[in-house]
């Protein structure tokens, strides 16, 4: 009996997956372009016209994570726009069945980004005539993978919970406060942006440990953004 509910919510789950990937290649080959070539665009950019490494990092990691960001948010409003949002709890069986699809699918984005993200690098690397280590590398991909997933677990339950409009001011309004929050923290008390600085200078000087407690983070959230997200879903009529 386990083995049979066991396929079948698999069976659920990857049918989700497919009606997901459906919606994303449904805006053509030019939207999905965008994506694979945004970023290693920029960043090579950047690197021919003598931008540190350090900088271009950021801005791929930066660039990915946002681009790939927007896809979970642009996939809610395939949803709304097409009126296809009556067929989550029945395409994939239940609602269940309906959020963890989603979830793997934008893991699965989230891989993508990090190769992305190394490849991107990789390449900046060699215009700049400073060869990016193979560990380097994968550091960056893991770190912008662990971003994303972070990312994704926290907007799920405001997309489950607002129209994706809605939910996109909730996000940037819930990003500014905590930002401004930061800031004003750091202007006002030396000791807290001295604090901060010494958080990042470990985090780069033990990165293996650093991913390892972000992983932990990670999977905490996406526990609590599944959990979250079924009460909001649950409560709403398909």
């Not at 049918?15 to 945004?38: E, K, V």
């Not at 665009?41 to 990092?57: H, I, K, N, P, Q």
């Not at 912008?144 to 409009?165: D, E, G, H, K, M």
């Not at 942006?193 to 990670?218: C, G, M, N, P, Y």
């Given at each position: 009996?386990?083995?049979?509910?066991?396929?079948?919510?698999?069976?659920?789950i990857?049918?989700?997956?497919?009606?997901?990937?459906?919606?994303?290649?449904?805006?053509?080959?030019?939207?999905?372009?965008?994506?694979?070539?945004?970023?290693?665009?920029?960043?090579?950019?950047?690197?021919?016209?003598?931008?540190?490494?350090?900088?271009?990092?950021?801005?791929?990691i930066?660039?990915?994570?946002?681009?790939f960001l927007?896809?979970?948010?642009?996939?809610?409003?395939?949803?709304?726009?097409?009126?296809?949002?009556w067929?989550?709890?029945?395409?994939?069986i239940?609602?269940?069945?309906q959020?963890?699809?989603?979830?793997?699918?934008?893991?699965?984005?989230?891989?993508v980004?990090?190769?992305?993200?190394?490849?991107?690098?990789?390449?900046?690397?060699?215009?700049?005539?400073?060869?990016?280590?193979?560990?380097?590398?994968?550091?960056f991909?893991?770190?912008?993978?662990l971003?994303?997933?972070?990312?994704?677990?926290?907007?799920?339950?405001?997309l489950?919970?607002?129209?994706?409009?809605?939910?996109?001011?909730?996000?940037?309004?819930?990003?500014?406060?905590?930002?401004?929050?930061?800031?004003?923290?750091?202007?006002?008390?030396?000791?807290?942006?001295?604090?901060?600085?010494?958080?990042?200078?470990?985090?780069?000087?033990?990165q293996?440990?650093?991913?390892?407690?972000?992983?932990?983070?990670?999977?905490?959230?996406?526990?609590?953004?599944?959990?979250?997200?079924?009460?909001?879903?649950?409560?709403?009529?398909?």
């Amino acid at each position: 009996m386990n083995t049979t509910a066991n396929a079948d919510a698999m069976t659920a789950i990857l049918r989700q997956i497919s009606l997901d990937w459906n919606r994303t290649i449904s805006y053509g080959r030019s939207y999905i372009a965008i994506f694979f070539a945004y970023v290693p665009g920029f960043t090579c950019l950047m690197a021919a016209t003598g931008s540190t490494l350090d900088s271009v990092a950021g801005a791929a990691i930066g660039g990915a994570a946002s681009g790939f960001l927007m896809l979970n948010i642009t996939l809610f409003s395939y949803e709304q726009m097409n009126n296809h949002h009556w067929m989550n709890g029945i395409v994939p069986i239940n609602r269940n069945h309906q959020i963890l699809g989603r979830f793997a699918f934008l893991i699965a984005c989230d891989l993508v980004a990090g190769l992305e993200v190394a490849v991107s690098i990789a390449c900046a690397g060699i215009i700049m005539h400073e060869p990016v280590k193979v560990t380097d590398a994968i550091g960056f991909a893991a770190m912008t993978v662990l971003i994303l997933v972070l990312l994704n677990a926290i907007v799920q339950p405001f997309l489950y919970r607002f129209s994706p409009y809605r939910a996109m001011a909730a996000i940037i309004l819930s990003l500014g406060v905590i930002g401004g929050a930061v800031i004003g923290l750091c202007k006002a008390l030396p000791e807290f942006e001295k604090t901060v600085e010494q958080l990042a200078e470990a985090i780069s000087r033990h990165q293996a440990i650093a991913l390892a407690a972000f992983l932990i983070i990670d999977v905490l959230a996406l526990v609590f953004s599944r959990k979250i997200s079924l009460h909001i879903y649950g409560s709403k009529d398909i």
